[in-house]
């Protein structure tokens, strides 16, 4: 079993226009969109929901109004100002002390050092995620509560549940679509796969961030080609791309050219290699079967 992760330096560079297709290409598979705190994958899969399970991030505090004195301790050991001395719905018009759940961290200081033991540290739900059907397979995605944190534990949990799904089946592959940049759930979703795959663009901004995208997979030891997305935009820095690859010795799997069927497709919701033989769609075809090569 192979997990084939999709990733990008920088948002919006195509990384799951191209996931969707590789979904119409590629076959006994499990999808996971590991892009939990802006999932989309979904909306060109045509998915329907079979279970939603909710997602216990972590913990977080909240003062007992019949317990608490008002002394204001919790007060003096917040550091990130999630303790409020001030009027608030709940409360009426009285000035009493809240803690705003949104600037609370779960660090739980202020539940340690109150005399009165007037602060609950209570798990919260801080999303929810999903098992869906597709015409393409199972699809193992999520959507992280606003505000909320530990996207790389979410992450995680997708992941899990999608290896546990592919072992009941007898799937060979899992197909995962990444969130961009270097953080913690971009760690979270590359750690310990098969195959990375970086879609990158000709643009500057682009060439930076997938620069330290490939010193990430390199410090992790993952193997990794490059995908160039839009590539005729600038073919200089096209080049440059090219170049770097050749430098670090890793793959350029494909050159997609930029083409107006993606949009088409997008508003069809469909993938781009089912909306028509265009340019782009026999391009991320090519590229492809460079990546089977790859990973088989």
């Known amino acids: 079993m192979t997990e084939l992760v999709i990733v990008s330096g920088k948002g919006g560079t195509g990384k799951t ?15 996971v969109d590991c892009d939990v705190d802006a999932a989309d994958l979904h909306l060109i899969l045509n ?5 939603t399970i909710e997602f216990i ?9 019949e317990k608490c004195t008002n002394c204001g301790i919790c007060l003096d050991y917040c550091r ?14 009285e000035e009493r002390y809240w803690i705003d759940k949104h600037a609370c961290e779960g660090c739980a200081v202020c539940v340690r050092n ?4 007037a602060i609950d540290f209570n798990e919260i739900v801080s999303g929810e995620w999903y098992l869906s059907d597709t015409p393409y397979g199972p699809l193992v995605h999520a959507r992280l509560g606003i505000a909320q944190a530990n996207s790389g534990k979410l992450v995680s949990v997708l992941r899990k549940q999608a290896l546990l799904l592919a ?12 969130p961009p940049g270097i953080g913690c759930p971009v760690i979270a979703s590359i750690t310990g796969t098969g195959y990375v795959l970086v879609v990158t663009e000709p643009s500057m901004s682009a060439m930076h961030d997938m620069e330290r995208l490939l010193q990430l997979t390199a410090h992790f030891g993952i193997p990794t080609g490059i995908c160039i997305n839009k590539c005729d935009i ?5 080049s440059q791309i090219e170049e770097k690859a050749r430098k670090l010795n890793l793959p350029v799997h494909g050159r997609i ?24 769609a026999r391009d991320i075809r090519a590229l492809w079967e460079g990546v089977k090569n790859a990973i088989s």
Request: aromatic share 2%; charged share 25%.
């Open 17 to 31: 226009s191209l996931v969707g297709s590789l979904a119409a290409l590629s076959e006994n598979k499990v999808m």
């Open 47 to 51: 998915n329907r929901v079979q279970e």
């Open 57 to 65: 991030g972590g913990k977080g505090a909240s003062i007992v109004n």
């Open 80 to 93: 990130f100002d999630a303790i409020k001395h001030e009027s608030h719905p709940e409360n009426g018009d």
């Open 114 to 117: 109150c005399p009165e033991q």
């Open 167 to 178: 072992e009941q089946r007898g799937l060979d592959l899992i197909l995962i679509d990444g």
């Open 234 to 238: 600038n073919p200089e820095l096209s």
């Open 257 to 280: 050219r930029h083409d107006e069927a993606v949009t088409r497709a997008q508003l069809n919701q469909k993938s781009v290699v089912e909306n028509g033989d265009s340019p782009a």
